[in-house]
Protein backbone atom coordinates (compact mmCIF):
# COMPACT_ATOMS: atom_id res chain seq x y z
CA UNK A 1 0.00 0.00 0.00
CA UNK A 2 1.18 3.27 -0.91
CA UNK A 3 0.57 5.92 1.72
CA UNK A 4 0.03 9.27 -0.19
CA UNK A 5 -1.74 12.36 1.63
CA UNK A 6 -0.83 14.61 -0.75
CA UNK A 7 -1.50 12.34 -4.22
CA UNK A 8 1.87 13.15 -5.01
CA UNK A 9 2.48 9.61 -6.59
CA UNK A 10 -0.99 9.25 -7.71
CA UNK A 11 -0.31 12.54 -9.69
CA UNK A 12 2.96 10.98 -11.67
CA UNK A 13 1.17 8.08 -11.91
CA UNK A 14 4.59 6.55 -10.17
CA UNK A 15 5.10 4.46 -6.73
CA UNK A 16 8.18 4.16 -4.03
CA UNK A 17 10.29 2.30 -6.84
CA UNK A 18 9.66 3.90 -9.84
CA UNK A 19 13.37 5.32 -10.95
CA UNK A 20 14.49 9.01 -11.72
CA UNK A 21 14.00 8.68 -16.08
CA UNK A 22 10.83 7.58 -15.75
CA UNK A 23 9.65 10.12 -12.74
CA UNK A 24 11.25 12.91 -15.41
CA UNK A 25 9.42 11.50 -18.07
CA UNK A 26 6.33 11.27 -16.22
CA UNK A 27 6.38 14.68 -15.09
CA UNK A 28 7.11 16.39 -18.64
CA UNK A 29 4.44 14.69 -20.31
CA UNK A 30 2.03 15.81 -17.67
CA UNK A 31 3.23 19.53 -17.34
CA UNK A 32 3.40 19.86 -20.78
CA UNK A 33 -0.58 18.69 -20.56
CA UNK A 34 -1.75 20.50 -17.58
CA UNK A 35 0.98 23.77 -18.45
CA UNK A 36 -1.49 26.77 -18.38
CA UNK A 37 -0.65 28.36 -21.77
CA UNK A 38 -2.15 24.94 -23.25
CA UNK A 39 -4.41 23.83 -21.17
CA UNK A 40 -7.19 26.44 -20.63
CA UNK A 41 -9.39 24.48 -18.01
CA UNK A 42 -9.65 26.58 -14.47
CA UNK A 43 -7.98 24.08 -12.52
CA UNK A 44 -4.99 23.71 -14.91
CA UNK A 45 -2.69 26.20 -12.73
CA UNK A 46 -3.56 24.67 -9.65
CA UNK A 47 -3.02 21.31 -10.88
CA UNK A 48 0.50 22.16 -12.80
CA UNK A 49 1.52 23.86 -9.41
CA UNK A 50 0.58 20.47 -7.94
CA UNK A 51 2.70 18.55 -10.06
CA UNK A 52 5.82 20.84 -9.75
CA UNK A 53 5.49 20.42 -6.32
CA UNK A 54 5.51 16.79 -6.44
CA UNK A 55 8.02 16.27 -8.86
CA UNK A 56 10.61 18.63 -6.45
CA UNK A 57 9.91 16.27 -3.38
CA UNK A 58 9.83 12.68 -5.12
CA UNK A 59 12.99 12.97 -6.78
CA UNK A 60 14.66 14.06 -3.91
CA UNK A 61 15.64 11.09 -1.85
CA UNK A 62 15.45 12.81 1.45
CA UNK A 63 12.20 14.53 0.88
CA UNK A 64 10.40 11.50 -0.92
CA UNK A 65 11.05 9.81 2.58
CA UNK A 66 9.80 12.42 4.94
CA UNK A 67 6.74 12.59 2.47
CA UNK A 68 6.08 9.01 2.81
CA UNK A 69 6.27 8.71 6.71
CA UNK A 70 4.59 11.85 7.28
CA UNK A 71 1.49 10.43 4.61
CA UNK A 72 1.34 7.45 7.64
CA UNK A 73 -0.05 10.10 9.80
CA UNK A 74 -1.53 13.34 8.35
CA UNK A 75 -3.90 14.01 5.88
CA UNK A 76 -4.37 16.93 3.26
CA UNK A 77 -5.63 18.64 5.39
CA UNK A 78 -3.45 19.11 8.02
CA UNK A 79 -0.05 18.14 5.99
CA UNK A 80 2.73 19.99 7.54
CA UNK A 81 5.56 21.89 5.35
CA UNK A 82 7.64 19.40 4.41
CA UNK A 83 10.77 21.41 4.38
CA UNK A 84 10.18 23.30 7.71
CA UNK A 85 8.94 20.42 10.30
CA UNK A 86 10.02 20.88 14.13
CA UNK A 87 10.63 18.00 16.56
CA UNK A 88 7.73 18.10 19.32
CA UNK A 89 10.20 18.11 22.32
CA UNK A 90 10.18 17.66 26.39
CA UNK A 91 8.14 19.41 28.74
CA UNK A 92 11.98 20.68 29.94
CA UNK A 93 12.23 21.31 26.22
CA UNK A 94 14.89 19.19 25.26
CA UNK A 95 15.19 16.78 22.52
CA UNK A 96 14.66 13.22 22.74
CA UNK A 97 13.13 10.32 20.75
CA UNK A 98 11.84 8.78 24.63
CA UNK A 99 8.39 10.59 24.25
CA UNK A 100 5.16 9.94 24.69
CA UNK A 101 1.40 11.57 24.46
CA UNK A 102 -0.53 11.09 27.85
CA UNK A 103 -4.47 12.70 27.71
CA UNK A 104 -4.91 14.54 31.23
CA UNK A 105 -8.00 15.54 32.63
CA UNK A 106 -7.43 18.58 35.08
CA UNK A 107 -10.48 20.31 37.04
CA UNK A 108 -10.24 23.63 37.47
CA UNK A 109 -13.10 25.84 39.03
CA UNK A 110 -15.61 23.23 38.77
CA UNK A 111 -15.01 22.33 34.94
CA UNK A 112 -13.02 19.76 33.55
CA UNK A 113 -10.51 20.84 30.46
CA UNK A 114 -8.61 18.10 28.57
CA UNK A 115 -4.77 18.15 27.87
CA UNK A 116 -2.68 16.45 25.80
CA UNK A 117 0.84 16.70 27.56
CA UNK A 118 4.02 15.40 25.40
CA UNK A 119 7.07 14.73 27.35
CA UNK A 120 8.90 11.47 28.95
CA UNK A 121 7.98 9.03 31.28
CA UNK A 122 9.62 11.43 33.67
CA UNK A 123 7.51 14.06 32.75
CA UNK A 124 4.08 11.99 33.08
CA UNK A 125 4.93 10.94 36.39
CA UNK A 126 5.80 14.37 37.99
CA UNK A 127 2.98 15.96 36.06
CA UNK A 128 0.59 13.66 37.07
CA UNK A 129 1.50 13.76 40.36
CA UNK A 130 1.20 17.41 40.51
CA UNK A 131 -2.70 17.38 38.38
CA UNK A 132 -4.11 14.64 40.93
CA UNK A 133 -3.01 16.84 44.09
CA UNK A 134 -4.76 20.24 42.22
CA UNK A 135 -7.43 18.11 41.31
CA UNK A 136 -7.93 16.43 44.65
CA UNK A 137 -7.70 19.80 46.23
CA UNK A 138 -9.92 21.43 44.00
CA UNK A 139 -12.56 19.45 44.24
CA UNK A 140 -12.46 15.56 45.79
CA UNK A 141 -15.97 15.69 46.95
CA UNK A 142 -17.46 16.63 43.02
CA UNK A 143 -18.16 13.71 41.15
CA UNK A 144 -16.14 15.85 38.51
CA UNK A 145 -12.92 14.75 40.23
CA UNK A 146 -13.53 11.19 40.32
CA UNK A 147 -14.47 11.47 36.74
CA UNK A 148 -11.04 13.14 35.37
CA UNK A 149 -9.65 10.37 37.63
CA UNK A 150 -11.13 7.68 36.26
CA UNK A 151 -9.95 9.35 32.61
CA UNK A 152 -6.46 9.95 33.59
CA UNK A 153 -5.79 6.60 34.94
CA UNK A 154 -7.65 4.64 32.02
CA UNK A 155 -5.91 6.85 29.18
CA UNK A 156 -2.64 6.03 30.22
CA UNK A 157 -2.56 2.91 27.63
CA UNK A 158 -5.15 4.56 25.36
CA UNK A 159 -2.98 7.00 23.27
CA UNK A 160 -2.13 5.04 20.66
CA UNK A 161 -2.75 7.18 17.22
CA UNK A 162 -1.61 10.44 19.21
CA UNK A 163 1.40 8.30 20.33
CA UNK A 164 2.08 6.81 16.67
CA UNK A 165 1.89 10.43 15.15
CA UNK A 166 4.20 11.83 17.53
CA UNK A 167 6.76 9.30 16.99
CA UNK A 168 6.48 9.15 12.99
CA UNK A 169 6.28 13.05 13.17
CA UNK A 170 9.76 13.19 15.55
CA UNK A 171 11.18 10.52 12.95
CA UNK A 172 11.07 12.60 10.03
CA UNK A 173 12.27 15.41 11.63
CA UNK A 174 14.88 14.04 13.02
CA UNK A 175 15.34 12.80 9.84
CA UNK A 176 15.41 15.74 7.97
CA UNK A 177 18.16 17.63 10.35
CA UNK A 178 20.21 14.01 10.07
CA UNK A 179 19.49 13.39 13.43
CA UNK A 180 19.71 9.57 12.73
CA UNK A 181 19.99 7.65 16.04
CA UNK A 182 17.21 9.81 17.11
CA UNK A 183 15.17 9.20 13.97
CA UNK A 184 16.07 5.54 14.34
CA UNK A 185 14.60 5.35 17.38
CA UNK A 186 11.43 6.90 17.66
CA UNK A 187 10.72 5.16 13.84
CA UNK A 188 11.34 1.75 16.10
CA UNK A 189 8.89 2.99 19.31
CA UNK A 190 6.48 3.91 16.52
CA UNK A 191 6.17 0.75 15.25
CA UNK A 192 4.59 -0.69 18.74
CA UNK A 193 1.88 1.57 18.05
CA UNK A 194 0.93 0.57 14.30
CA UNK A 195 -0.59 -1.50 12.22
CA UNK A 196 0.81 -4.51 10.14
CA UNK A 197 1.14 -2.01 6.75
CA UNK A 198 2.40 0.81 9.01
CA UNK A 199 5.15 -1.37 10.23
CA UNK A 200 6.04 -2.31 7.54
CA UNK A 201 6.58 1.53 5.83
CA UNK A 202 8.59 1.44 9.01
CA UNK A 203 10.59 -0.78 9.46
CA UNK A 204 11.56 -0.17 5.30
CA UNK A 205 12.50 3.39 7.09
CA UNK A 206 14.59 1.43 9.19
CA UNK A 207 16.34 -0.24 7.24
CA UNK A 208 17.34 2.74 5.29
CA UNK A 209 19.21 4.19 8.41
CA UNK A 210 22.27 2.50 9.93
CA UNK A 211 21.33 0.60 13.31
CA UNK A 212 21.48 2.37 16.80
CA UNK A 213 22.52 0.09 20.15
CA UNK A 214 20.15 0.76 22.51
CA UNK A 215 18.47 -0.14 25.76
CA UNK A 216 14.22 -0.42 25.42
CA UNK A 217 12.49 2.88 27.79
CA UNK A 218 9.42 0.73 29.07
CA UNK A 219 6.75 2.98 30.28
CA UNK A 220 5.90 1.46 33.63
CA UNK A 221 1.82 2.20 33.87
CA UNK A 222 0.99 0.78 37.02
CA UNK A 223 3.22 3.27 38.44
CA UNK A 224 1.39 6.03 36.19
CA UNK A 225 -1.66 4.81 37.44
CA UNK A 226 -0.81 4.18 41.16
CA UNK A 227 0.87 7.66 41.25
CA UNK A 228 -2.70 9.11 40.83
CA UNK A 229 -3.83 7.31 44.00
CA UNK A 230 -1.59 8.79 45.91
CA UNK A 231 -3.67 11.40 47.75
CA UNK A 232 -6.23 8.65 48.80
CA UNK A 233 -3.50 6.77 50.11
CA UNK A 234 -1.72 9.98 52.16
CA UNK A 235 -5.61 11.40 53.19
CA UNK A 236 -6.38 7.18 54.41
CA UNK A 237 -2.86 7.03 56.51
CA UNK A 238 -3.36 10.45 57.76
CA UNK A 239 -7.16 9.63 59.24
CA UNK A 240 -5.57 6.05 60.72
CA UNK A 241 -3.02 8.61 62.41
CA UNK A 242 -5.71 10.18 63.89
CA UNK A 243 -8.19 8.01 64.80
CA UNK A 244 -5.30 5.64 66.50
CA UNK A 245 -4.39 8.59 68.51
CA UNK A 246 -7.59 9.62 69.27
CA UNK A 247 -8.17 5.81 70.36
CA UNK A 248 -5.03 5.68 72.36
CA UNK A 249 -6.09 8.82 74.21
CA UNK A 250 -9.60 7.56 75.31
CA UNK A 251 -7.92 4.41 76.72
CA UNK A 252 -5.72 6.29 77.89
CA UNK A 253 -8.11 8.73 79.91
CA UNK A 254 -10.57 5.39 80.39
CA UNK A 255 -7.64 3.52 82.51
CA UNK A 256 -6.47 6.44 84.10
CA UNK A 257 -10.13 6.96 85.99
CA UNK A 258 -10.64 3.17 85.55
CA UNK A 259 -7.03 3.17 88.40
CA UNK A 260 -7.46 6.08 90.54
CA UNK A 261 -4.78 7.33 92.62
CA UNK A 262 -3.89 4.59 95.89
CA UNK A 263 -5.81 6.05 98.80
CA UNK A 264 -4.55 5.35 102.06
CA UNK A 265 -8.01 4.89 104.34
CA UNK A 266 -6.09 3.77 107.38
CA UNK A 267 -2.65 4.58 108.93
CA UNK A 268 0.23 2.60 110.26
CA UNK A 269 1.27 3.01 114.05
CA UNK A 270 5.10 1.99 114.95
CA UNK A 271 5.35 0.74 118.45
CA UNK A 272 7.96 1.51 121.03
CA UNK A 273 9.36 -2.48 119.95
CA UNK A 274 9.21 -1.57 116.19
CA UNK A 275 6.51 -3.86 115.94
CA UNK A 276 4.25 -1.80 113.17
CA UNK A 277 0.45 -2.35 113.69
CA UNK A 278 -2.83 -0.92 111.93
CA UNK A 279 -5.34 1.65 113.44
CA UNK A 280 -9.18 0.76 112.55
CA UNK A 281 -10.27 3.86 113.09
CA UNK A 282 -11.13 5.21 109.85
CA UNK A 283 -11.07 9.14 110.45
CA UNK A 284 -11.29 10.77 106.70
CA UNK A 285 -11.73 10.10 102.48
CA UNK A 286 -14.90 8.40 103.14
CA UNK A 287 -17.92 9.91 101.10
CA UNK A 288 -20.92 10.45 103.80
CA UNK A 289 -24.46 10.65 103.31
CA UNK A 290 -27.04 12.12 105.69
CA UNK A 291 -29.11 9.28 107.40
CA UNK A 292 -32.49 9.64 106.78
CA UNK A 293 -34.25 6.97 108.30
CA UNK A 294 -37.72 7.62 106.51
CA UNK A 295 -35.51 7.77 103.27
CA UNK A 296 -35.97 3.89 101.51
CA UNK A 297 -33.46 4.68 98.49
CA UNK A 298 -30.56 4.18 100.65
CA UNK A 299 -31.58 0.01 101.55
CA UNK A 300 -29.17 -2.40 99.65
CA UNK A 301 -29.44 -5.96 100.48
CA UNK A 302 -26.38 -8.62 100.54
CA UNK A 303 -26.65 -10.45 97.60
CA UNK A 304 -24.58 -13.45 99.59
CA UNK A 305 -23.27 -13.74 103.39
CA UNK A 306 -20.44 -11.73 103.63
CA UNK A 307 -17.77 -10.05 106.37
CA UNK A 308 -18.36 -6.63 107.51
CA UNK A 309 -15.16 -4.60 108.43
CA UNK A 310 -13.94 -2.51 110.24
CA UNK A 311 -12.61 0.01 107.38
CA UNK A 312 -12.47 -0.35 103.49
CA UNK A 313 -10.04 -2.83 103.44
CA UNK A 314 -9.89 -6.82 103.85
CA UNK A 315 -6.54 -5.85 106.24
CA UNK A 316 -9.21 -4.30 108.57
CA UNK A 317 -10.88 -6.33 111.58
CA UNK A 318 -14.35 -7.89 110.77
CA UNK A 319 -16.81 -6.57 112.85
CA UNK A 320 -19.58 -9.02 112.07
CA UNK A 321 -21.05 -11.32 109.38
CA UNK A 322 -24.15 -10.25 107.01
CA UNK A 323 -26.47 -12.49 105.64
CA UNK A 324 -27.82 -13.08 102.47
CA UNK A 325 -30.60 -10.97 101.67
CA UNK A 326 -30.14 -9.14 104.86
CA UNK A 327 -31.15 -5.54 104.56
CA UNK A 328 -28.73 -2.74 105.32
CA UNK A 329 -28.47 0.90 105.14
CA UNK A 330 -25.90 2.68 102.92
CA UNK A 331 -24.22 5.93 104.63
CA UNK A 332 -21.07 6.54 102.63
CA UNK A 333 -18.34 5.21 100.01
CA UNK A 334 -14.98 5.38 99.41
CA UNK A 335 -14.03 8.24 96.23
CA UNK A 336 -13.04 4.64 94.28
CA UNK A 337 -16.70 3.60 94.76
CA UNK A 338 -15.45 0.07 95.74
CA UNK A 339 -16.45 -0.24 99.17
CA UNK A 340 -19.74 1.14 100.88
CA UNK A 341 -20.09 1.82 104.25
CA UNK A 342 -23.00 0.71 105.19
CA UNK A 343 -25.70 0.49 108.78
CA UNK A 344 -26.60 -2.57 110.57
CA UNK A 345 -30.19 -3.39 112.62
CA UNK A 346 -27.82 -2.35 115.90
CA UNK A 347 -27.17 1.00 114.47
CA UNK A 348 -23.25 -0.12 114.00
CA UNK A 349 -21.39 1.06 111.15
CA UNK A 350 -18.97 -1.19 108.56
CA UNK A 351 -17.81 -1.64 105.47
CA UNK A 352 -18.34 -4.12 102.85
CA UNK A 353 -17.80 -4.31 99.08
CA UNK A 354 -19.58 -3.00 96.40
CA UNK A 355 -20.10 -5.80 93.97
CA UNK A 356 -22.14 -8.00 96.69
CA UNK A 357 -24.59 -5.16 97.65
CA UNK A 358 -28.29 -4.94 95.53
CA UNK A 359 -30.54 -2.00 95.70
CA UNK A 360 -33.83 -2.63 97.73
CA UNK A 361 -35.24 -4.50 100.57
CA UNK A 362 -33.95 -8.38 101.01
CA UNK A 363 -35.60 -9.73 103.68
CA UNK A 364 -38.10 -8.50 106.16
CA UNK A 365 -36.53 -6.06 108.25
CA UNK A 366 -36.86 -6.98 112.26
CA UNK A 367 -39.10 -4.40 114.23
CA UNK A 368 -36.60 -2.79 116.23
CA UNK A 369 -33.94 -2.12 113.26
CA UNK A 370 -32.39 1.05 113.58
CA UNK A 371 -31.91 1.41 109.87
CA UNK A 372 -35.59 2.42 109.30
CA UNK A 373 -38.05 4.34 110.85
CA UNK A 374 -40.70 2.45 113.11
CA UNK A 375 -44.01 3.92 113.20
Same mark, same amino acid.
Given at each position: ??Y?A??Y?? !? !??C??? =?D?T??K??F?E???????????S??? !?? =?FQ? +??????VL????????????S????????P?I???N?Y?SA??F??P????????????GKLK?????? =?????L???K??T???F???F????F????R?N??Q???N?????K?????A?A?YD??KL??A??SA +? /?A???A??? %???V? /?NFL????AV?H??????TKK +? #?AIQ??? *? *?K??AL??I?????? $?F????? %??L???D?I?????VK +?SD?E???D?L?T $??I?N???????T?ML???T?N?P????P?E???I??K???GQ?? #?L?????D??????????????F????Y?? %?G???A??E??Q?I?N?
Open positions: MIDLEFS !L !LENEQ =TETLINRKAKYWHPDRNKKDA !LE =TK +LSKAYDKDKKLKTIYILLLIYTAADFNTRLTKQGETYLRVFSIEQLRKTENLIG =TYEDADFLKNFKNINGWSPKYQALHIKITRNAENLLLVHNAFENDFYL +L /QKEYSAE %QQEL /QNQLPQQSVSID +L #RLRP *F *FTFLCIAFAVV $ALLFER %QSSKPKEYYQT +LGEILDV $AKFIPIDKTDKFYLSQVMHGSKFDITAHKTV #RTGYTPKLWFRIMLDNGEMGIKRQLK %QIGNIPKSISP
